[in-house]
């Protein structure tokens, strides 16, 4: 089955970490996002790629860093820089196009 | 810079219509979309609409566009209680940037 996987479901950081959280299509799709969701905010978005080696700034990306060595990944860490780190983070694609797919989320909390 | 704006709760009674509005600032706006999101899940899409278009059906589902004051509606007829959600409005161009509403948290009443 085709889709967008984000794992873990579940991740813990202790203050002072970097985490990675990991998101996976086998879709085609060429491009990739990641967003923030905080209760009341909606999603912000955090950075966006368009193609393979290529990503750009979204809202809020300070405290964030990717890369997009492969088309079916989008790896997303969260830095130390990061002060507020607890969210929902949602990893999305699209086939630059109208429709956009999303994973099931990984909540992050700071320990 | 882009904006999208929507009311953050809802509430309808189980048979009734539901109307969830939004506006958008983004005149280059490609598509237009709504989105769906249950708790702890990720978001679904429901339905967009092309921003040269006036309206849009699905089954239950009816998208009004009015381009010239950048509102967009979704009515859900006879709303169930698996309606129940939060609904995310959003908009879409060339740059392949969607940029999302706060949500609106549609509540059904018995």
């Known amino acids: 089955d085709g889709g967008i996987t984000q794992s873990p479901k579940y991740l813990f950081r202790k203050e002072g970490q970097n985490v990675t959280l990991s998101c996976e299509q086998n879709?085609?799709?060429?491009?990739m996002y990641w967003y923030r969701q905080d209760p009341g905010q909606g999603l912000r978005l955090i950075y966006y790629?368009?193609?393979?080696?290529?990503?750009q700034k979204g809202d809020i990306a300070e405290g964030y860093s990717v890369s997009r060595e492969k088309k079916e990944s989008f790896p997303l860490t969260v830095t130390s820089a990061q002060k507020n780190p607890t969210a929902f983070y949602l990893c999305?694609?699209?086939?630059?196009?109208?429709?956009?797919?999303f994973g099931q989320g990984t909540r992050l909390t700071v320990v | 810079g882009e904006d999208v704006e929507q009311s953050l709760f809802l509430s309808v009674r189980e048979g009734d219509s539901s109307v969830i509005n939004c506006t958008y600032t983004?005149?280059?706006?490609?598509?237009l979309y709504w989105y769906k999101q249950e708790p702890g899940a990720g978001l679904q899409l429901l339905t967009y609409i092309f921003s040269n278009m006036d309206m849009k059906q699905d089954q239950r589902l009816t998208v009004l566009l009015n381009k010239k004051d950048k509102h967009l509606s979704l009515r859900i007829a006879d709303t169930q209680t698996g309606d129940s959600a939060i609904y995310f409005c959003a908009e879409g161009g060339l740059d392949d940037k969607i940029i999302f509403g706060k949500g609106t948290r549609l509540h059904i009443l018995p």
């Open positions: 999305a694609s699209s086939i630059r196009g109208p429709e956009a797919f």
């Open positions: 790629s368009q193609i393979v080696n290529d990503f």
């Open positions: 879709l085609n799709h060429d491009a």
């Open positions: 983004d005149s280059s706006s490609t598509y």
